[in-house]
């Protein structure tokens, strides 16, 4: 069975021949250029089983594109994680969003939500990490002219479609890798996604239980209303979190 640092390999290379069309001017890819980081995350907190694997959709610009860490703003992965690594720009960097690497100093809304939950409510990194995995389904960032975002859902069928079928393959194998009995879906696609793709492991007795948690990203209005309140009671709703967990969520944002 192939480990999480084979697996980005392998899906590196099968999703280096795809190309993409307009809107999309630049695609970034941070099992490349980020490797450095993505290998250290997946070393120190990626491998082995879990209870449950997050499971998000692709890299934001000032998070997973700046150190290869899912969510992982840059001061947030060297204060949560303990993890810092040289990271190269990409082959074709958009001028509007420029990859710093560890010396980026925007902001990730989501990725802070993120790491403030682990940190309030599970006790941080090691505790959180003892119980669950997180990855993105797609490791791959799109971007407009404009320098909007473009999520991978959006694109074209038939750029969607290769790119679906090398994400689905390794989403199965981290599956496999990490044998949780849960995979929760970090947004409403990425539940979906995890819905068609793992069903055929119904048959060798290997699918997992399948729920969502709200999506972390400002440009969610509910997210907005307290989102590591309502992700903790989601969670709780699964048995995945504690009475004494929603109750510690309650005061998590005000304090990240």
């Given at each position: 069975?192939?480990?999480?640092?084979?697996?980005?390999?392998?899906?590196?290379?099968w999703?280096?021949?795809?190309r993409f069309?307009?809107?999309?001017?630049h695609?970034?890819?941070?099992?490349d250029?980020?490797?450095?980081?993505?290998?250290?995350?997946?070393?120190?907190?990626?491998t082995?089983?879990?209870?449950?694997?997050?499971?998000?959709?692709n890299?934001?610009?000032?998070g997973?594109?700046?150190?290869?860490?899912?969510?992982?703003?840059?001061?947030?992965?060297?204060?949560?994680?303990?993890?810092e690594a040289?990271?190269?720009?990409?082959?074709d960097?958009?001028p509007?969003?420029?990859?710093?690497?560890?010396?980026?100093?925007?902001r990730?809304?989501?990725?802070?939500?993120?790491?403030?939950?682990?940190?309030d409510?599970?006790?941080?990194a090691?505790?959180f990490?003892?119980?669950?995995?997180?990855?993105?389904?797609?490791?791959?960032?799109f971007?407009?002219?404009?320098?909007?975002?473009?999520?991978?859902?959006k694109?074209?069928?038939?750029?969607?479609?290769?790119?679906?079928?090398?994400?689905?393959?390794?989403?199965?194998?981290?599956?496999?890798?990490h044998?949780?009995?849960w995979?929760?879906?970090?947004?409403?696609?990425?539940?979906?996604?995890?819905?068609r793709?793992?069903?055929?492991?119904?048959?060798?007795?290997?699918?997992?239980?399948?729920?969502?948690?709200l999506?972390?990203?400002?440009?969610?209005?509910?997210?907005?209303?307290?989102?590591?309140?309502?992700?903790?009671?989601?969670?709780?709703?699964?048995?995945?979190?504690s009475?004494?967990?929603?109750?510690?969520?309650?005061?998590?944002?005000?304090?990240?």
């Amino acid at each position: 069975m192939p480990t999480p640092v084979e697996i980005a390999l392998s899906l590196r290379e099968w999703l280096a021949p795809l190309r993409f069309g307009p809107p999309v001017t630049h695609v970034y890819q941070p099992l490349d250029y980020a490797w450095a980081g993505h290998r250290a995350w997946l070393e120190r907190y990626g491998t082995g089983p879990r209870e449950a694997l997050l499971l998000g959709m692709n890299p934001g610009p000032w998070g997973m594109a700046q150190t290869g860490v899912p969510f992982g703003q840059p001061q947030l992965v060297r204060a949560a994680l303990g993890i810092e690594a040289p990271i190269g720009p990409p082959a074709d960097a958009h001028p509007k969003r420029p990859v710093l690497g560890f010396g980026c100093t925007r902001r990730d809304i989501g990725g802070e939500r993120v790491w403030g939950w682990v940190r309030d409510v599970f006790g941080g990194a090691e505790a959180f990490f003892a119980r669950f995995a997180i990855i993105n389904y797609c490791p791959l960032s799109f971007m407009e002219a404009s320098g909007r975002n473009r999520t991978p859902d959006k694109l074209p069928i038939a750029e969607r479609r290769p790119l679906f079928e090398a994400c689905d393959r390794a989403l199965i194998e981290r599956v496999r890798h990490h044998a949780p009995a849960w995979v929760i879906g970090i947004g409403a696609f990425a539940e979906k996604r995890a819905r068609r793709v793992l069903a055929p492991l119904a048959e060798t007795g290997e699918l997992p239980r399948i729920g969502r948690i709200l999506h972390p990203s400002p440009a969610s209005p509910l997210a907005n209303r307290g989102w590591a309140p309502q992700a903790t009671a989601q969670l709780a709703a699964l048995g995945l979190a504690s009475a004494d967990q929603v109750a510690a969520a309650g005061g998590s944002e005000a304090r990240s």
